[in-house]
């Protein structure tokens, strides 16, 4: 069919394009909407830790709730929210709903919340030091996590943005740890509190022994430079005993339940 007609083919090409700038354009549009009429919602991940069972924390999830199309998760739209320079604004709302709610916990839980590699800016630690303010939140209570992606742009400027979070007391976390390529060097020299596995390697568990010796190796890892170890993805009562007996600090997944509002992972 296309050697029949190329021409056509070109045109149907130029048009599926064109409808993509449209759509774009549009979901850009109605993302703005959305921060203006308040349309973002928070959902929560229990974080548990390995040895007592307990809640020790809790990750911050962004929802989009669309009133057309319903909730939409993160990664149908956080990428656009960068490009189109939303970003600093949907994570600073980010950070100061995650404080708010948190600092209304009755427990004494801490509070985890994404950055986007567009809201690590020089004076970040100052939006940061304002939320907590704000929410009579303690700094010793809010930790934030990075990805890979965020680092490897300029790992000396993270560095030194990452010192200056830490001189106010909250922690740092580098999230999806083991599944892109970052050097071990490289995570030796960031200022981190708490290494995050990502749930690939808890998937990868069931397709045999490889899986298991890479998270021992990292768990292992994490704990030599003295960091907090959580492993992400955790959905079956082994995967958390054999996290535990080999010294995996905290599990998150959905063992413990799927991303709720806060009344639900308070009940929890
Ligand atoms: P993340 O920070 O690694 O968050 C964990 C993701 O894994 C969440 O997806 C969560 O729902 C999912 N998950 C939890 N338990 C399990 C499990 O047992 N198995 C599996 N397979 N997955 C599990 P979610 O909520 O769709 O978020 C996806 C990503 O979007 C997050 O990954 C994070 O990178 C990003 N994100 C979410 N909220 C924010 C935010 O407020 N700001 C920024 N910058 N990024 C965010
Ligand atoms: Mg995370
Ligand atoms: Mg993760
Ligand atoms: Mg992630």
């Not at 739209?77 to 404080?99: K, N, Y």
């Not at 749930?199 to 030599?224: C, N, V, W, Y």
């Not at 080999?246 to 997944?253: H, K, S």
Request: aromatic share 4%; net charge negative.
């Amino acid at each position: 069919l296309a050697k029949a007609n190329p021409a056509r083919r070109i045109r149907f090409y130029e048009e599926a394009t064109e409808d993509a700038v449209r759509e774009r354009r549009r979901m850009t549009q109605e993302l703005r909407d959305a921060l203006a009429r308040g349309q973002f919602r928070l959902v929560w991940q229990s974080q548990v830790s390995t040895q007592s069972g307990r809640i020790v924390g809790r990750e911050a999830l962004l929802r989009w709730e669309h009133p057309v199309r319903g909730p939409i998760p993160p990664a149908d739209f956080i990428a656009l929210a960068e490009e189109s320079g939303l970003m600093p604004r949907l994570g600073e709302w980010v950070l100061i709903e995650a404080c708010r709610q948190a600092a209304q916990w009755p427990g004494r839980e801490h509070v985890s919340v994404n950055l986007s590699v567009m809201q690590l800016v020089p004076d970040l630690h100052r939006a940061v030091a304002d939320a907590l303010a704000e929410a009579g939140l303690p700094p010793d209570r809010l930790e934030l996590e990075i990805t890979e992606a965020s680092v490897s742009r300029d790992p000396e400027r993270t560095a030194r943005l990452l010192e200056k979070l830490r001189a106010i007391g909250v922690s740092i976390a580098m999230d999806d740890y083991g599944r892109g390529s970052m050097s071990l060097t490289a995570l030796r020299e960031l200022p981190l509190d708490c290494l995050k596995l990502d749930h690939t390697l808890m998937q990868g568990l069931e397709d045999g022994p490889q899986a298991l010796a890479t998270i021992r190796a990292l768990i292992a890892l994490g704990k030599s430079l003295g960091l907090k170890v959580v492993a992400e993805g955790v959905e079956t009562r082994e995967q958390l005993e054999l996290l535990r007996r080999e010294g995996c600090d905290e599990a998150q997944g959905f063992l413990f339940g799927p991303p709720a509002e806060i009344s639900r992972a308070a009940a929890g």
